[in-house]
């Protein structure tokens, strides 16, 4: 329910702050019924957002690093809306048990990052291994738009653009060879879909300042309202703990 709220509430910011935000080829998205591994290079903080957006009403769980949860209003906010703590050079074993069960038995399906982290481009193993093992697809996007927050707010253009899921079930063994193949199967639908976005992005016209006189005062409702999120969230964390009641 939690995470239904706070959606509803982003899709609001989006929508006051920015306004300029453009999906593509929605229709490949696999049907809600089907769980599967929404994949994207990870380029900004809040290309996950557009992406759980997009792929809506399906929810998601998310891998993320450890030190994302140590402020105690947004690391209540992530394990609520399903994320789960990562130690990057300590992963164990239930970075990959608990998508693996989750993507077999729930009803959420998993973002991830293949390259792990904004630094790094490579795709990494990971995602192979839990498609493979929970018997899902891939569904690669891209986000294509402005990387600093105050461009994002200037209503620079966002494109986010979905490519064809990838079948793996022809790969039987996940090792090195298998691990490469699924990552250039990745790799290439993203190189596809960020030559496709570039454009939709050429083509993008000057926002006029016009547009945000009327969202000022909706602004103003977006800030209060996020105010009163985080209070309540505040509040929560000290009686609420996701962590008890997560099913692995």
């Known amino acids: 329910m939690f995470y239904a709220y706070l959606r509803s509430i982003v899709v609001f910011l989006i929508w006051v702050f920015n306004g300029n935000t453009h999906y593509h080829h929605k229709e490949n998205i696999p049907d809600s019924e089907e769980n599967y591994i929404l994949v994207a290079p990870h380029r900004t903080f809040w290309d996950p957002v557009f ?16 030190e994302l949860f140590s402020n105690r209003i947004f690391g209540w906010w992530i394990r609520m809306c399903g994320a789960f703590p990562i130690d990057r050079d300590n992963p164990g074993q239930a970075a990959i048990k608990y998508p693996v069960n989750i993507l077999k038995k729930g009803h959420r399906s998993l973002i991830m990052f293949p390259s792990g982290s904004r630094h790094s481009t490579d795709v990494k193993g990971g995602v192979a291994v839990i498609a493979k093992m929970a018997k899902v697809r891939i569904m690669p996007t891209t986000y294509l738009g402005p990387m600093k927050l105050g461009d994002l707010v200037k209503g620079q253009r966002v494109d986010m653009n979905f490519g064809n899921p990838i079948d793996i079930s022809d790969i039987k063994r996940m090792n090195d060879e298998g691990i490469e193949e699924v990552a250039r199967r990745i790799q290439a639908e993203f190189d596809r879909l960020d030559e496709e976005s570039k454009v939709y992005q050429a083509s993008a016209k000057k926002v006029s300042l016009l547009t945000y006189i009327y969202r000022i005062p909706l602004m103003l409702v977006a800030i209060i309202l996020v105010l009163l999120t985080m209070i309540f969230s505040y509040v929560a964390s000290f009686v609420w703990n996701p962590e008890k009641h997560r099913k692995d």
């Open 51 to 66: 992406m759980a957006f997009a792929a809506r009403p399906k929810q998601f769980i998310f891998m993320a690093k450890k």
